[in-house]
């Protein structure tokens, strides 16, 4: 039996060996050594995987049945080693080996999405350092009073901070916020204000932060003078030329990944004379989440730049997390409503709606000054975009806040405005 299984495993060596020449031989014939140039990467791939493949089956069937022939199982060992370690450096290359996820080129202006195994594992080193946060929601609540005075100069501040909260019951992630929180704070000032901004990063922060405003003209946004390490502050001046609701965010390379850690919010320049009162006043903007495990899973989620390549987030959420807007948005039957809506998130589009509502006034895109919208039933809101949306609730109830893009209330992108007040049933009457 030995001396059979012994012939076995040498004829599939021998086997292996000859379909791999007749490959390239074949290759040859069809379009010379210029062929074998252009898919040197596949055929290489394919080669070493086979070497692998055939190394691990003599091994193992030498050692299954204890046919003796150390020297040839230690060959057949190194053989596997060495063609697998050539196939993951042909694959990936030598600088995608130690990062996470490991995957291929990209082509933006900066590094990938991935992040190098050493902050990985420093990351991991301190842990137990990171704040913890109980709520990184923002309050949607939390708007600042409307500006009604002439231009001055103001003071901003803003911290970034890498902290850690829950993005869902029993799921955790490391959140890249500015002050703690997701969205930032919302900012509001004057057209024509100038603004002394001066954005910190605290020391416990592993990597380098800035901010870009949407609202400053100047390189960057302010982003080039902003960009701060660790225990680091920096102030800019600018002034506050245009009206209207803008996004900022973080955008030290890589935005995306910069962003879809956490860091955006929003800032509104008033124009002259304000804009209309109204009674309530809310703060919302969605994002997206890619977490490594699959949605739902407990624990600790890191973040996967593979499917922010593919654009397919495991959570799309308002404010941060799941649940964020379930509670906290009351208004009375007559009350003139103002939602100022923003998208932090780095792939989809918002098609923003309130279930059994209609918007009364639009300002398509944020601008302030420009054409309104009226009786709009959903509105588009742009990655790193905003939209102000005006209504009046006539009829008690709970009204759902939605992305019309209807799966990503399963993966969180919901609220809830809970309207109280005598209902008029020729309004509505069931």
């Not at 070493?48 to 046919?67: N, V």
């Not at 919302?284 to 593919?310: P, Y």
Request: a negative charge.
């Amino acid at each position: 039996m030995k001396p059979n299984l012994e012939r076995l495993s040498g004829l599939l060596v021998y086997a292996v060996i000859a379909v791999m020449l007749l490959v390239v031989i074949t290759m040859l014939v069809l379009g010379g050594p210029a062929l074998i140039w252009n898919v040197r990467i596949s055929l290489l791939e394919v080669l070493t995987l086979a070497a692998a493949a055939t190394a691990s089956w003599y091994f193992f069937m030498r050692l299954i049945h204890r046919l003796d022939y150390p020297a040839g199982m230690l060959t057949s060992m190194a053989i596997f080693v060495s063609s697998l370690a050539l196939f993951i450096l042909i694959s990936l290359g030598t600088r995608h080996l130690l990062q996470y996820p490991q995957y291929g080129e990209t082509y933006g202006p900066a590094s990938g999405p991935a992040l190098p195994l050493g902050n990985v594992l420093e990351f991991f080193r301190r842990i137990g350092d990171f704040e913890k946060v109980d709520d990184i929601a923002a309050d949607p609540r939390a708007v600042p009073p409307p500006v009604r005075r002439a231009p001055q100069q103001i003071s901003l501040e803003l911290e970034t901070r890498e902290v850690l909260a829950e993005l869902a019951p029993g799921i955790s992630f490391n959140y890249w916020t500015f002050n703690g929180q997701v969205p930032g704070p919302m900012l509001r000032i004057r057209e024509g204000d100038t603004v002394n901004f001066t954005l910190r990063n605290h020391e416990s922060s592993l990597h380098e932060h800035n901010i870009d405003l949407h609202a400053v003209t100047g390189p960057g946004g302010g982003g080039e003078a902003s960009v701060v390490a660790p225990g680091e502050e920096k102030s800019f001046r600018f002034r506050a030329l245009n009206p209207g609701l803008y996004i900022y965010h973080c955008a030290v390379p890589n935005m995306a990944v910069h962003m879809s850690h956490g860091m955006y919010g929003m800032i509104l320049v008033e124009p002259e004379g304000g804009l209309p009162e109204v009674d309530r006043e809310f703060y919302i903007v969605q994002g997206e989440l890619f977490t490594t495990g699959t949605i739902g899973r407990r624990g600790l989620q890191v973040f996967d730049g593979r499917k922010m390549l593919d654009s397919n987030p495991n959570y799309v959420v308002f404010n941060g997390r799941t649940g964020a807007l379930a509670e906290s948005m009351t208004a009375e039957v007559g009350d003139r409503v103002r939602l100022y809506v923003g998208n932090g998130g780095v792939a989809l589009a918002s098609s923003f709606h309130v279930v059994g509502e209609i918007f009364d006034t639009v300002y398509p895109e944020a601008n302030i000054g420009g054409a309104q919208f009226h009786n709009v039933q959903t509105t588009a809101v742009l990655p790193g975009g905003a939209s102000i949306v005006e209504f009046t609730v006539d009829y008690p109830g709970t009204y759902v806040l939605v992305d019309h893009a209807l799966m990503r209330a399963d993966k969180g992108a919901w609220g809830l405005l809970h309207v109280t007040g005598e209902a008029d049933p020729e309004i509505f009457d069931h």
